[in-house]
């Protein structure tokens, strides 16, 4: 079942989580994702200062982290980059963790046994905007803003998923993800660019790296700058920029002054530093986050050590929400395979496991449109996002488009009869069509399963 509809309004998300639950009452599968702990940080109960929401009641809130391992041996696992690289545990197994945050009914059994699973973007929530017409956002410390109550009055319980890496502060859902080495433990080095967009009336002292240099040598680096991305971008000279510091070489700076300050380029110049950058994280990680996260609330009875999983035998179906750079990360899961959980028997239900489980059943993307995300590579970005102007060069707008069967050469099958795919909804906007991202919702694409000539 696969809806795409050419909407604009994200009040119009409401009526999509209903239409993705008409068939969906699905009964909770029997296999677990491993996640080997859950760490309760914190509850409220009641939370939203103490309202109450018609027949469901009053709500709270949990905060915390998970710790899971990844097998990177299992197939599907073995998809993301540089999983085989990374610090292995004793088992053999690579350790991850991630925050996340529930707000459910404090008698689950007045909820409607429901999940409503937010990728936050950037790190930042905006669930109870889209449906709740809320005024303020939840955050890693607070529910926020209740607004209209639209999903609590139907019983609906809400996970934030940490995923990615890009997201870092205060209040922001985050993760920790281990740095990839070469297969004797020496450090990974490559070439990355970075690309710096000065707004009018920003005078930045300096602009962060991703990954820091691997050599302070600024003749292995080079910056260049131009007005407009369609410009012939112009050399910075090698005097005109340095790193801010020579050990850590994680921010460059102009020698000339603050970029968009006097003497530099000007207001909304687009730099791009390209340089020799070392230490790659393994992004792609945050794919399994998402997935074990899911599939541990749905199933588990307990982590490793005993604790409780605070959604155990509620959850009937998980349907994802995501505004924007979030979709395109729910575009490549489901491409790379990550809706079909991990095989594993731990704390399972009655002690067996289910082939091709479902991690996801349903999916909102708005504003997704067609694109992928910068995630799953060496030296990823998963920050990046394409506009006229800036981030032309990240691999963001590729092939497949579509959700549709499909045969590439160095490409997941996303259609395949054993691979469980959810229900989407996808839900264009005016900024994704100009971009020609919204083919998506405009396109029904058909693909043969060869190509010419094989």
């Not at 000065?198 to 602009?207: F, K, N, Q, R, W």
Request: proline share 7%; net charge neutral; with cysteine.
């Amino acid at each position: 079942m696969n809806y795409t509809l050419s909407i604009n309004c994200a009040h119009c998300a409401k009526t999509c989580v209903t239409l993705i639950g008409i068939g969906l009452l699905g009964v909770a599968p029997v296999a677990n994702a491993r996640v080997t702990q859950i760490n309760i940080i914190e509850t409220e109960a009641p939370t939203f200062g103490g309202a109450s929401f018609g027949s469901v009641g009053q709500y709270e809130r949990i905060e915390g982290t998970i710790t899971g391992e990844v097998d990177p041996k299992d197939p599907l696992n073995a998809v993301i980059v540089d999983i085989d690289r990374a610090p292995k545990n004793t088992n053999g197994t690579v350790g991850y963790t991630a925050t996340f945050q529930i707000l459910r009914p404090i008698d689950l059994n007045k909820g409607n046994h429901r999940v409503i699973f937010e990728l936050p973007n950037r790190g930042r929530t905006n669930v109870l905007g889209i449906f709740n017409d809320s005024q303020t956002a939840n955050t890693t410390t607070s529910p926020g803003d209740p607004g209209n109550a639209f999903l609590m009055n139907q019983g609906y319980t809400i996970v934030e998923g940490a995923w990615d890496t890009s997201a870092q502060g205060a209040g922001l859902f985050t993760v920790q993800f281990p740095i990839a080495t070469r297969k004797d433990g020496s450090t990974i080095t490559g070439p990355a660019t970075e690309e710096f967009v000065i707004d009018v009336g920003a005078t930045p002292a300096s602009e962060p790296l991703t990954y820091p240099a691997a050599t302070a040598d600024k003749s292995k680096a080079f910056l260049t700058v131009r007005e407009n991305y369609g410009d012939m971008p112009q050399p910075v000279p090698v005097n005109g920029w340095d790193y801010t510091d020579t050990t850590m070489l994680n921010a460059v700076k102009l020698t000339s002054g603050n970029f968009g300050g006097p003497g530099s380029f000007g207001p909304t110049a687009l730099y791009e530093f390209t340089y020799i950058a070392k230490q790659p994280v393994v992004v792609g990680l945050g794919f399994a986050s998402l997935r074990d996260l899911a599939t541990f609330l749905r199933n588990a009875k307990t982590d490793d050590n005993g604790v409780a999983n605070p959604l155990f035998g509620d959850v009937r179906a998980i349907y994802t929400v995501c505004s924007s750079q979030p979709c395109r990360t729910t575009r490549d899961f489901v491409l790379f395979g990550f809706n079909e959980a991990e095989h594993s028997q731990q704390n399972a239900l009655n002690g067996q496991h289910l082939d091709h489980e479902k991690v996801f059943d349903g999916m909102l993307n708005w504003k997704g449109g067609g694109s992928g995300i910068f995630m799953n590579y060496r030296f990823a970005q998963p920050g990046r996002t394409h506009r006229q102007h800036i981030a032309r060069w990240t691999p963001e707008i590729q092939f497949p488009f579509a959700d549709v069967e499909h045969f590439r050469p160095g490409y997941r099958e996303i259609r395949q009869p054993a691979r469980p795919l959810p229900a989407n909804i996808h839900l264009p906007q005016n900024l994704r069509s100009q971009l020609g991202k919204r083919i998506l919702g405009q396109s029904q694409l058909r693909f043969d399963d060869r190509w010419p000539g094989e």
